[in-house]
């Protein structure tokens, strides 16, 4: 198994209003030399697979500046200070979707780029949905769709879906979706 890296030092390069860059040194056990290791700390985050009571997943399309291009997703968004996963969770279903959920089941974790960054992503199911917006984040334009759930199952096996917390949040919800969700 590998080991540990050893911090030698660690430097701020970049903070901003949501996320923070460091600049770690670090010794690698079997390696020589010292090796730099730049690193996005990011706050947590989650992801929502709202299956509403027709099979359909809401799903939404915004544009996303970092790929200059629009993605098809799963509601997400960062958990603010304070809150849990799940308060987020809800907050974000309301925001990029309009609808609240009765049923919660968490799906699971995972750090969505731990190579250079620090987030990690709660996976969550949302069922029993009523349509009760709030509104969206002012820097957000977002259209909400509705996709069947075996279309959205395909599109995130086929490459289709290019967007990695929805694709892994929709195989973490497979065995969790209703049969009827066809």
Known sequence: ??????????????????????QDTVAIAGIEGVHTREIVEAPD??????IDADGNVLMVEQYRN??????????AGGIDPGETPQECAQRE?????????????????????????????????????????LPADEDEDVEMRRVP?????????????????SIA?????EPLAP????
Not at 66 to 75: D, G, K
Not at 111 to 131: C, N, R, W
Not at 179 to 182: I, K, L, M, V, Y
Request: charged share 25%.
């Open 45 to 50: 985050a989650v992801v929502i697979v709202p």
């Open 1 to 22: 198994m590998a080991e540990p890296h050893r911090v030698l030092a660690s430097a701020e390069r970049y903070r901003g209003s949501r996320i923070r860059v460091r």
């Open 93 to 133: 279903l309301r925001e990029e979707a309009g609808h609240s959920a009765a049923s919660w089941t968490k799906l699971g974790a995972f750090y969505t780029v731990p190579g250079i960054a620090s987030e990690l992503m709660h996976a969550f199911l949302a069922a029993d949905l009523t349509e009760d917006p």
């Open 179 to 182: 049969q009827r969700a066809d």
């Open 169 to 173: 949040a929709l195989l973490l919800a």
């Open 149 to 165: 759930w075996s279309e959205a199952l395909r599109m995130a096996r086929s490459g289709e879906l290019m967007d990695g917390k």
């Open 66 to 75: 970092a790929v200059r291009r629009v993605l098809l997703e799963l509601p």
